[in-house]
């Protein structure tokens, strides 16, 4: 177990110091002190690694996203964006190594991984909206799951412009957000 925290830690700090591409399993291994030939031993590639990590990055965000919507009382729709937005923008700007994974990240399984997390996510997300009375009961959970995608979408766009984000792209990401989803105010 101490060995497979060793090589995530590597590898998150490759990617947050160097890259997507640098983060390669041979010098994430250099980076651990372990040999290429028993990094196998834990992880039969580097798609694993990469997997693994942001398994590590969505439980935390997970848990600070819970936090910001069962931890205020959420009575109109940009309290509630910003419930969901602030938290994910505030770890993107602390972990540059979660950013590389979710948007520059090569391999299915991470793009399944970020897709299931949304997916989990905007069905949360609109059954706190319903039982808040933010938006009509009658809403389609598509309407939700779309505009998650949106928003990753247009998160992706503000950490390409800029390590910590651009604010100004994160801003029209929740403007956009907020009115699409005012259509289905209850």
Known sequence: MERRRAILDAAEALLREQGYEAATLKAVGERAGIPVASMYHYFPDRHQVDAELLRRHLRVIEELVTAALEGSSLSTLREAADA????LRDYFREHPSCVELWFSGRSEALAVLVREFDAAQAD???RLLVE?????????????????EVGNRLFDVAFRQSPAGD???IDEARRMV???LKTYAA
Request: without cysteine.
């Open 167 to 169: 604010d100004a792209t």
């Open 84 to 87: 969901v937005i602030d938290p």
């Open 132 to 148: 808040r009375g933010l938006v009509s009961a009658d809403t389609p959970r598509l309407a939700l799951q779309l505009a998650f």
């Open 178 to 180: 907020i009115a699409y």
């Open 124 to 126: 949360r997300f609109w």
